[in-house]
């Protein structure tokens, strides 16, 4: 998959340079790169996120509570009485 990137990366580059003014070369980079590149990546990286979100998920379900947890917790809350 790399080396698709790669290779369109070189070929949007080469657009780039070969328009009339530098803002138009910019937009072809951003229109034509960086927005499908980006849009590529998220949808690939999605399904690692679930399995990364359930599997965080598990762990924490699965895992007793460590000594640490009830000492960092807060003591139960005092009521005053009036009289």
């Known amino acids: 998959m790399l ?4 290779a ?5 580059m080469m657009m780039a340079l070969t328009e009339e003014s ?11 790169l960086l927005a499908p590149l980006a849009l590529v990546l998220y949808l690939q990286r999605s399904k690692m996120r679930r399995q990364r979100a359930e599997h965080l998920a ?4 699965s895992a007793p509570p460590s000594p640490q947890d009830a ?8 009521t005053e009485e009036k009289n």
């Open 58 to 61: 598990r762990q924490a379900q």
């Open 8 to 12: 369109w990366a070189y070929v949007v």
């Open 71 to 78: 000492a960092t917790a807060a003591p139960p809350a005092q």
């Open 22 to 32: 530098f803002i138009a070369g910019l937009m072809d980079v951003l229109f034509y």
């Open 3 to 6: 080396i698709v990137v790669i």
